[in-house]
Nanobody, 121 residues
Framework: QVQLVESGGGLVQAGGSLRLSCTAS????????MGWFRQAPGKEREFVAA????????YYADSVKGRFTISRDNAKNAVYLQMNSLKVEDTAVYYC??????????????WGQGTQVTVSS
């Protein structure tokens, strides 16, 4: 199993940017999909973005398309989520995920502990 540790969350004003990072250990990240999910208070966890093992394919939820960018660096066993033009409704705990199980709906085997992102108005 893969262990995941997220970082980069924090408090930002609406319209601002944040970059989340997630480092994987336990198995080389170059062999599996990775992704980001988020969970807002009182809501279910939802898919945000995913990236294929070599970065050649990227997928986004409609709510973040054009504002968020997922990328990865397999040499560092890391995946990133660049979040621009943040909105108050982006406030949530963001989770890193690895080892794709299915795409419909998106589901993964390994999960990080989450990092809080708060967007103020």
């Amino acid at each position: 199993q893969v262990q995941l540790v997220e970082s980069g969350g924090g408090l930002v004003q609406a319209g601002g940017s944040l970059r989340l990072s997630c480092t994987a250990s336990g198995r080389s990240s170059s062999s599996y999909y990775m992704g980001w999910f988020r969970q807002a208070p009182g809501k279910e966890r939802e898919f945000v973005a995913a990236i294929s093992w070599n970065g050649g394919s990227r997928y986004y939820a409609d709510s973040v398309k054009g504002r968020f960018t997922i990328s990865r660096d397999n040499a560092k066993n890391a995946v990133y989520l660049q979040m621009n033009s943040l909105k108050v409704e982006d406030t949530a705990v963001y989770y890193c995920a690895a080892e794709l199980i299915d795409r419909s709906p998106w589901s993964f085997r390994s999960w990080g502990q989450g990092t809080q992102v708060t967007v103020s108005s």
